[in-house]
């Protein structure tokens, strides 16, 4: 069987968004429980030797990460030969980097000043090493959309890291929970590989060639993502301790949360959709806006009310002990803004083959923040950092949107415009609402956290439809989710369209 058309379990676009949305967000439940005790069992300081550790290993990941996955799903035609050679260097490259961070982990140490980041760093060597070996052949879970597949290894995988994170924490009240946690997920995402897929890879390298000439390019542009992502966080552990350090990074996993959660599992829907429409430009474009309309509809009030309620939300969802984390989280979840509104055209690049464009792009956005931290700012606190990253952002945004509509012949400025214009607008009424709300007498967090969600979303919701009808109904996102609920035509009828 054709590990690139194996009949009758692929699902349409829109199906197989719900399916990864429900997916993400049942991943995301499992790991907001996890955050959630874990902020109570343990100190902000474990969370700062994990981060530390983190940003190490995920650098030494992605300096030899050849994108292999990415490979299989933009060639159309992968067939036997092209799995079995993206398993050969996937496994060449989790051999590599564990040897890399088993060697280096003294030096990372001490760049942090911290001991005990060394047998941490270690320790997630070997689950890299074991993480390597995982079953090739579920990519073309995603290649060929079956996405209720993909649903139960994700969801299984997470759990069982789920079950030994959160057993652990409640015994030893260490970091080591999550270390561990980590590799218990990474040897059940092995297992469970081999045991959902029928395909056995083997050691080849017949189509190196081929795989290198697409994947060089996406080891680049990993580079140049992971350097502006993770920046901040070498220059947050090097310039502060581990309490700060655990508390910026917790601050940016919360913030990334309510758009992450919509947009990660939308991109792996959209891009094996973008490769299969890729010859026909006028259905491209309809996907492409259709996408970025969707995203920033429910993406922008998300992050736009994180920043608003960010104290009350630290104070119920992680406890006092977190509270230096709330400026951190104020400004970080503003960078989620810029991510909903370019989500879609990174796809769209990666999906046409344009990984030059998106290499020099990340770099050029690395280069930006590190001349903003390193030269103009060098002796900044955290906050700089954040606020840096937050610039950064947003001139990315305004490029990688350029590039769009300079190569992708088929869309045009006005397209973004057009399909992003009424969720900024409704945000920002939003915005202003919640701001003006006279709620300050109100002593309980949760009270304040549960109103100023209800309002924020009341705001939002008359706000936007008010202008989706001011506009004359336009086909567009709006029509598009209504459709999905079964509302368009009483909403219409309603509104006496």
């Not at 218990?184 to 390298?205: E, T």
């Not at 081929?210 to 993502?225: A, C, D, E, P, T």
């Not at 502006?228 to 552990?237: A, E, P, S």
């Not at 829907?269 to 259905?283: C, N, Q």
């Amino acid at each position: 069987m054709s590990l690139s058309k194996r009949p009758n379990k692929a699902v349409s676009a829109a199906r197989g968004a719900v399916l990864v949305v429900a997916m993400r967000w049942v991943d995301r439940l499992i790991g907001l429980v996890s955050t959630l005790i874990l902020a109570r069992l343990l100190l902000p300081e474990d969370f700062g030797i994990v981060a530390m550790a983190s940003v190490v290993v995920g650098l030494i990941d992605t300096l030899l990460d050849l994108g292999v996955g990415s490979a299989l799903i933009q060639n159309r035609d992968a067939g036997r030969e092209d799995f079995d050679t993206a398993w050969t260097l996937r496994i060449i490259q989790a051999l590599g980097a564990s040897l890399i961070l088993w060697f280096t982990a003294p030096l990372a140490a001490e760049y942090f000043r911290d001991a005990r980041v060394l047998d941490v760093i270690r320790f997630m060597a070997l689950a890299m090493l074991i993480g390597g070996f995982e079953n090739i052949g579920i990519v073309s879970f995603q290649k060929n959309m079956e996405f209720g597949s993909d649903f139960r290894f994700f969801f299984f995988r997470r759990l069982a890291g789920f079950i030994v994170t959160i057993t652990l924490a409640f015994w030893l009240h260490s970091y080591w929970a999550m270390v561990i946690g980590a590799l218990a997920g990474r040897s059940a995402g092995v297992g469970l590989s081999f045991w959902m897929h029928d395909f056995r890879p083997r050691i080849s390298f017949s189509r190196f060639r081929k795989l290198w000439s697409f994947s060089q390019w996406v080891l680049i542009r990993n580079l140049g993502v992971y350097g502006q992502n993770q920046l901040d966080k070498f220059l947050v552990g090097r310039r502060t301790d581990a309490t700060t350090m655990g508390a910026y990074t917790l601050a940016d996993e919360v913030a990334a949360m309510p758009t992450t959660e919509l947009l990660a599992p939308l991109g792996r829907v959209l891009f094996p959709v973008f490769v299969k429409a890729a010859d026909d430009a006028e259905k491209l474009r309809a996907v492409f806006c259709k996408a970025i309309g969707v995203q920033s509809l429910l993406a922008l009030p998300a992050g736009v009310g994180l920043a608003l309620v960010a104290r009350d939300a630290v104070l119920v969802l992680l406890g006092d002990k977190w509270l230096i984390a709330v400026p951190f989280l104020e400004v970080l979840a503003l960078i989620s803004i810029f991510g909903a509104l370019s989500h879609s055209s990174a796809y769209l690049l990666l999906s046409l083959g344009m990984l030059r464009l998106q290499a020099w792009l990340a770099w050029a956005q690395l280069v930006l923040i590190g001349a903003l931290v390193l030269v103009f700012f060098p002796q900044g606190d955290v906050l700089g950092v954040a606020y840096a990253r937050l610039l950064t952002s947003g001139c990315g945004l305004l490029i990688i949107t350029g590039l769009v509509v300079a190569y992708v012949e088929a869309v045009q400025w006005m397209d973004f415009c057009r399909h992003t214009w009424r969720p900024l607008l409704a945000s920002g009424t939003m915005a202003a609402c919640l701001i003006a709300m006279p709620i300050a007498s109100l002593n309980m967090p949760l009270m304040r956290l549960f109103v100023h969600i209800g309002a924020g979303a009341v705001f939002y919701g008359v706000s936007l439809l008010l202008l989706w009808r001011l506009c004359g109904c336009p086909d567009g996102a709006e029509t598009y989710l209504l459709e999905q609920v079964g509302m368009k035509g009483r909403l219409l009828r309603w509104m006496r369209v």
